[in-house]
């Protein structure tokens, strides 16, 4: 048996991070079966530290969460899917870049960030190093397939007053991890 590629790992390790909180449900349990990707649950506190506003909003199988903190980073997260997980990450910031390569640093930068203020949030360096195997010339707007079952989208949004981004993170939760 070999070792699993590093972007394979990397599935593996985002696959255990929503296993440990920060994951999605179904509909609340009244399925005959279980999702694959767990009971939804919001990922921030108000109690966390630089978080000066939260919402969380659970309907059924999708989940919506809003988090201001105190640099001026707004950040919104969707959740939604049961066997395959798509987490939808918008990023807000005036110190964001309009160049899509810099902006991915920056998100890379932001979620080590974020993976340190609480060991609750840890899983965000799993989002960053997803976001470092992204290649450098990727085409904005459409998939990358990092591995079997796991790809990431990135667009820059439309929006008048501050640069924002959104980062999709598709991942298949039934494909088998290390390898096809």
Not at 73 to 93: K, N, P, V, W, Y
Not at 119 to 148: C, K, M, Q, T
Request: charged share 15%; glycine share 10%; aromatic share 6%.
């Amino acid at each position: 048996m070999s070792n699993p590629s590093p972007t394979c790992a990397l599935a593996l390790a985002l696959t255990l991070a929503f296993a440990a909180g920060m994951s999605m449900g179904c509909d609340g349990g009244a399925t005959a079966r279980e999702c694959l990707a767990g009971e939804p649950r919001a990922i921030f506190e108000a109690t966390d530290s630089t978080v000066v506003a939260h919402d969380f909003r659970l309907r059924g199988a999708t989940s919506d969460e809003t988090v201001g903190f105190s640099n001026g980073l707004l950040l919104a997260i969707a959740q939604r899917g049961c066997d395959t997980l798509r987490q939808e990450f918008i990023l807000s910031h005036d110190s964001l870049s309009t160049e899509p390569q810099t902006f991915v640093r920056q998100a890379i930068a932001a979620f080590y960030q974020l993976a340190t203020l609480t060991p609750r949030l840890a899983g965000f360096a799993e989002y960053g190093r997803i976001l470092g195997s992204v290649p450098e010339n990727f085409p904005p707007g459409a998939p990358v397939d990092l591995a079997p079952g796991l790809s990431v989208r990135i667009v820059r949004l439309p929006t008048p007053n501050k640069p924002s981004w959104r980062l999709t993170i598709t991942q298949d939760l039934g494909v088998p991890r290390g390898g096809r």
